[in-house]
Nanobody, 115 residues
Framework: QVQLVESGGGLVQPGGSLRLSCVVSGSIFSIRVMAWYRHAPGKERERVAVHTRGGETNYANSVKGRFTVSRDYGKNTLYLQMNSLTPEDTAVYYC?????????WGQGTQVTVSS
């Protein structure tokens, strides 16, 4: 069983930055693939960033060069550093872990980019 708890969302002005955190119960080292997704009203859920246990990362074209995903094994935490935010980044952001053939999700954290 894996539990994920996100935090770090909020209201930010265009051009600003936020860092999302996802704290994982148990050992994050045992989870081969973790990811951040987002879901905006009226849009399909989008996979934003992927981080593998081997350190490989992958990003959606819409966030490349602006977002960075990382994993702190000592703190059992997955991060998403988001820079140069635009209103199009407004969404609920979810942490995802793929472990033992199952998908696990956090409760989500709201990110709103607005002036």
């Amino acid at each position: 069983q894996v539990q994920l708890v996100e935090s770090g969302g909020g209201l930010v002005q265009p051009g600003g930055s936020l860092r999302l955190s996802c704290v994982v119960s148990g050992s994050i080292f045992s989870i081969r693939v973790m990811a951040w997704y987002r879901h905006a009203p009226g849009k399909e859920r989008e996979r934003v960033a992927v981080h593998t246990r081997g350190g490989e990362t992958n990003y959606a074209n819409s966030v490349k060069g602006r977002f960075t995903v990382s994993r702190d094994y000592g703190k059992n935490t997955l991060y998403l550093q988001m820079n140069s935010l635009t209103p199009e980044d407004t969404a609920v952001y979810y942490c995802n872990a793929y472990f033992n053939g199952n998908d696990y999700w956090g409760q989500g954290t709201q990110v709103t980019v607005s002036s």
